[in-house]
C-alpha cells in the first residue's frame, strides 16, 4: 500500500516513553491493550461522515475531556473523514488517535487553499497533540521604521505584535543581525533609535550626534523634511531598492568632490561604505536571489531539524534551526510541508520560498502564501544554479544542526541520570525546578524560577515571581514560602486538585475538583452518558490517587521530579513545609547551602530524611548542580535588575488614574518637565492644551493632597 498524504496522517510526539504510543503494530497492539477503544473512535466518525458534504473544509477531532486531537484539511470532508473508518493499516498514531476521538467538528471552506490557511491558524492557537507542530519558543526580530504617529521617523529592533504604526523589515534570524544592521543604517542615514520620549525633551544634541550616527532632529540640527528624505533613503534600501539608493549617494558626493566640499563628500563616502558593509558582512550573499526564504530539513534517529535562512536585498539576515515535533513515521517532505504552512501563520512571506524536498502540495502552499501576502509567492524545489547551491548550504547546516541536538540530548540525559543517583531518586528527574530570590534590603524583590530537562535548560518554562509588599523586607524565608506556594498551588489548579480552606488533614490538604458530585461536568459526544450517573443517586467517593503528571504538547511534564532551593536549613525547612501542604510531598526537595569561604566545591546539601552531606569535588552531578544553581542565580539577579530599573525610571504621572500616554505627552510638552507639572497651579494645568479640568484637577491633587 502507499504512503498516506501528509494531510492524511496525523503526527504524534517522537518519544521514547512507553506512555507516549502504543506498540508499533498500531491497531492491533491498541486493540488488545484497550478492548473496544478502537472500534469505539471507528464508530464515532462513522457517524459524523454520514453527514459530512463533499467539499472543501477543516475537520477537528477531539477525545471525551474536549481537548483537540487533530487538525486535518481536505479537499473533500466526506472522502478524508471516511478514510479514517474502512479498517485500513494505519500507523501508530492513527491508530491510537482514532481510538480516542469521540467527538468531531467541520468548518467547509470554499477552496482549498483556504482550508491550507485554516488548518495552519488552528494547528498554532490549539497545538493539537498528533499534528506536527513548530517548537520555536521565540519571535523572530524585526527592524522596524516608525512612521506616522511622529514627524521624525525612528529605526528600532522589533519583536512581537506589530502594534505600531511604520513599516516593518525582517525577520531576521537573530537580535545580533538586527543590532549590526541597525548600526550600519545609522552611519548611514543618520535615522535617530532613541524612544519618542526621550526625543521629545532633548534640549541640546545628544552624543549620537556628536559621533556622527544621528543628523539630531530633535533639536533641529536637520530640517524635518530633510530628515524624513533620509529615512525615505533608508526605506528604499531595506526595500531591496538599494542600487537606487547607492547611486544617489555616489552621485552627491561625486558632485560634492567637483565643488571642493571634501568634508562633505568624505560624509558621502562613509555612508556608502556602510551600506556595503551590510551587504557584504554575512558569509554568503546572493546575485540572482534577491528575497527568499530557504527551508532545508534533516532527519536522524527519528527526529527532525528544518534550517531556516532568510535572504533580503541579495543579503543573508541569519538562520535559524527549527526541530518540530512529528511522528516518526512521516517523511521528511511530509514534516517540511506542514512547517511552511505553519510558519507563515503570523509573518508575512518574502517572493520566493526554496524547500530542500519535493512536496506533494507545493502548489497549493504556493496559492495559500500567495493569498495570505497579496502578492505572487513563488514556492520551489532548486535543482541547479545559484538556488541549488544555497540549498546545499542550508541541508549541511540543518544536518549539523541536528547533529549537536542529539549529542547535547545525549549528555544532558546522562546528567540527569548522574543527578537523580546522586540524590536516590529510583529513575532520573525529568524536569528540574531550581528556585532562588533577588533583592536588595529587601527592596524590588522577586523570586526565579528555572527548568531543566533532557533538552537543557528549558527557557520557556522560566517564571518569575513578584514578592508582595505583605512579606517582610528582607525575609528570605518567607519570601521562598511565598514563591513555592503560588507555585505549587497553580500546580494543584492545573492538575485537578482543590485546596480545602479547613482541611481535615491539616493546612492546604487536596480535593478532586472533578471528583463524582462536584460542580464540573464533562459532556460526553453522541449521548453517552457515565455509567455512575444514575438518577437520583450520588455515587460514592473514591480514594483520591495521585494526581498524573500533567504533559505539555511537547510531552515535557508540568510537575517537577526534583524541586532545588538555593539556601540552607532554613529555606529547606520552609519549602518542605509549604510543599507537604500543597500536596507536593512526593516531589524530592534538595537545599544547597554555601561552603565555606563561599567554596564553590564544598557546598552542603539538605534532604528530608538524610543528614546533611557533601559531594565529591570532581563529582560530575556537582558540577551540573552548580551549573543548575548559576543559572537560577543568573536568571533572578536580571529580573530583579530589569524591576529595578524600571521603578527608577518610573514616571509618577503614570500613578495618576485617567492619565495615558496622549496626556502625558500634552503636559510634558506644555512644562517640559515632571518637576514643572508637580508645581504647577490648578489654573496652569487646566490651561493645558488637550487636558480638561477633570485631568487637571486630577493631577494637582496628585502632587499636593497630603
Given at each position: 500500500?502507499s504512503?498516506?498524504?501528509q494531510?492524511d496522517l ?36 462513522q457517524q459524523?461522515?454520514?453527514?459530512l458534504?463533499n ?8 477525545d ?7 487538525v486535518?484539511?481536505?479537499k473533500?470532508?466526506k472522502n478524508?473523514?471516511t ?8 500507523t ?7 481510538a ?16 491550507l ?5 488552528l494547528i498554532?492557537?490549539?497545538r ?18 516608525t512612521g506616522g ?13 506589530r502594534?505600531?504604526?511604520g ?6 534570524a537573530?537580535v545580533?543581525?538586527?543590532t ?9 542615514f ?14 541640546r ?8 550616527r544621528?543628523?539630531g532632529?530633535?533639536?533641529?540640527e ?9 529615512a525615505?533613503?533608508?526605506r ?8 537606487a ?8 558626493m ?16 562613509d555612508r556608502?561604505a556602510?551600506l556595503?558593509?551590510?551587504q557584504a ?6 546575485q ?20 531556516i ?5 541579495h ?12 511522528d ?15 510558519f ?6 518574502p517572493r ?5 524536498h ?13 493569498a495570505?501576502a ?13 538556488r ?23 549528555g544532558?540525559?546522562?546528567?540527569l ?11 532520573p528527574p525529568?524536569r528540574?525546578?531550581v ?8 527592596t ?6 528555572i ?13 518569575t ?26 500546580l ?11 482541611p ?6 487536596a480535593?478532586?475538583?472533578d ?10 459526544a ?14 460514592p467517593?473514591?480514594?483520591r ?9 511537547d510531552?515535557?511534564p508540568?510537575?517537577?521530579?526534583l ?15 509549604i510543599?507537604?501542604?500543597?500536596g507536593a ?6 537545599a544547597?547551602a554555601?561552603?565555606?569561604d563561599?567554596n ?20 560530575p552531578?556537582?558540577?551540573f548542580?552548580q ?5 537560577a542565580?543568573r ?11 524600571r521603578e527608577t525610571?518610573k514616571?509618577?504621572?503614570?500613578e ?8 502625558k ?17 490648578l489654573d ?11 485631568t487637571?484637577?486630577?493631577?494637582h491633587?496628585f502632587?499636593?493632597?497630603?
Open positions: 500500500m504512503r498516506e498524504r494531510d496525523p503526527q504524534d510526539e517522537f518519544e521514547d516513553e512507553e506512555d507516549t504510543l502504543p506498540a508499533p503494530e498500531a491497531a492491533l497492539a491498541l486493540a488488545e491493550a484497550a478492548p473496544g477503544a478502537l472500534k469505539a473512535g471507528i464508530e464515532v466518525i459524523f461522515a454520514k453527514h458534504p467539499r472543501p473544509g477543516v475537520y477537528r477531532m477531539f471525551r475531556a474536549g481537548e483537540v486531537l487533530y486535518g484539511k481536505a473533500s470532508l478524508r473523514v478514510s479514517y473508518a474502512r479498517g485500513m493499516a494505519h501508530n498514531a492513527v491508530a491510537r488517535m482514532i480516542e476521538t469521540a467527538n468531531m467538528e467541520f468548518v467547509t471552506t470554499g477552496t482549498e487553499t483556504e482550508a490557511l485554516l488548518e495552519s491558524n498554532k492557537q490549539l493539537p497533540r498528533y499534528n506536527v507542530l513548530l517548537r520555536d519558543d521565540k519571535s523572530f526580530p524585526y527592524i522596524l521604521l504617529e511622529h514627524d521624525a521617523p525612528a529605526i528600532l529592533k522589533h519583536r512581537g505584535s502594534h505600531r504604526k513599516d516593518y523589515f525582517g525577520p531576521f537573530s545580533w543581525a538586527v549590526r544592521t541597525i548600526d550600519a543604517l545609522q552611519k548611514a543618520l535615522i535617530r533609535t532613541c524612544s519618542d520620549s526621550f526625543y521629545e525633551n532633548r534640549t544634541p545628544c552624543l549620537l550626534f556628536q559621533i556622527k544621528c543628523a532632529p530633535c533639536t533641529g536637520i530640517s524635518i523634511p530633510d530628515y524624513q528624505a533620509l525615505g533613503q533608508a528604499d534600501f531595506l526595500s531591496g531598492r538599494s542600487s539608493v547607492k547611486q544617489l549617494l555616489s552621485a552627491r561625486q558632485v560634492a568632490a567637483e565643488e571642493l566640499e571634501f568634508e562633505k563628500a568624505a560624509r558621502y563616502r556608502l556602510a556595503s558593509a551590510v558582512g554575512q558569509d554568503i550573499n546572493t540572482g536571489v534577491e528575497e527568499a526564504d530557504v527551508f532545508a530539513i534533516d532527519e536522524q534517529a527519528g527526529q527532525f531539524c528544518v534550517e535562512f532568510f535572504f533580503r536585498n543579503q543573508n539576515w541569519g538562520n535559524r534551526a527549527l526541530f518540530p515535533r512529528a516518526r513515521s512521516l517523511t521528511p517532505a511530509e514534516v517540511l510541508a506542514s512547517v511552511v504552512a505553519q507563515y501563520d503570523d509573518k508575512p512571506p520566493l520560498v526554496l524547500l530542500s519535493p512536496v506533494e502540495e507545493i502548489e497549493l502552499i504556493g496559492q495559500a502564501l500567495t495570505r497579496g502578492r505572487k509567492v513563488e514556492v520551489a524545489h532548486p535543482k541547479r544554479g545559484e541549488a547551491d544555497l540549498m546545499a548550504h542550508a541541508v549541511k547546516n540543518a544536518r549539523e544542526a541536528l547533529a549537536r541536538k542529539l549529542a547535547d540530548n545525549a544532558q540525559t546522562a546528567l541520570a548522574t543527578l537523580g543517583a546522586a540524590f536516590g531518586m529510583e529513575t525529568r528540574v525546578e528556585y532562588d530570590n533577588s533583592h536588595i534590603m529587601g524590588n524583590a522577586v523570586g526565579g524560577m527548568v531543566a530537562g533532557p533538552d537543557g535548560f528549558v527557557k520557556n518554562q522560566y517564571r515571581f513578584n514578592i508582595s509588599t505583605d512579606t517582610i523586607a528582607g525575609d528570605d524565608f518567607g519570601m521562598m514560602r511565598e514563591v513555592l506556594t503560588r507555585r505549587f498551588a497553580k494543584a489548579r492545573e492538575e485537578g486538585i482543590a485546596l480545602s480552606p479547613h481535615e488533614g491539616g493546612a492546604g490538604a480535593v478532586s475538583k471528583a463524582p458530585g462536584g460542580d464540573e461536568a464533562v459532556t460526553i453522541l449521548g453517552e452518558t457515565p455509567d455512575d450517573a444514575s438518577q437520583g443517586e450520588t455515587p467517593k473514591k480514594a490517587k495521585a494526581p498524573k503528571p500533567r504533559k505539555d504538547e510531552g515535557f508540568s510537575r517537577p521530579d524541586v532545588i532551593v538555593d539556601g540552607g536549613k532554613g529555606q529547606f525547612t520552609a519549602a518542605l513545609k510543599m507537604k501542604e500543597l510531598s512526593d516531589i524530592p526537595l534538595v544547597i554555601k561552603g565555606e563561599r564553590a566545591m564544598r557546598e552542603t546539601f539538605h534532604m528530608e530524611g538524610r543528614e546533611p552531606f557533601k559531594m565529591q569535588p570532581r563529582d552531578a556537582l558540577y548542580i551549573r543548575l544553581r548559576d543559572e542565580h536568571f533572578a539577579i536580571g529580573t530583579h535588575r530589569a524591576k529595578r530599573k525610571m514616571n509618577p504621572l503614570d495618576i488614574p485617567g492619565i495615558g500616554p496622549s496626556r505627552r500634552a503636559l510634558l510638552l506644555h512644562f517640559g518637565t515632571v518637576k514643572a507639572i508637580q508645581r504647577a497651579k496652569d494645568l487646566m490651561r493645558t492644551p488637550g487636558v480638561n479640568a477633570a487637571a484637577k486630577a493631577v491633587d502632587f499636593h493632597d497630603a
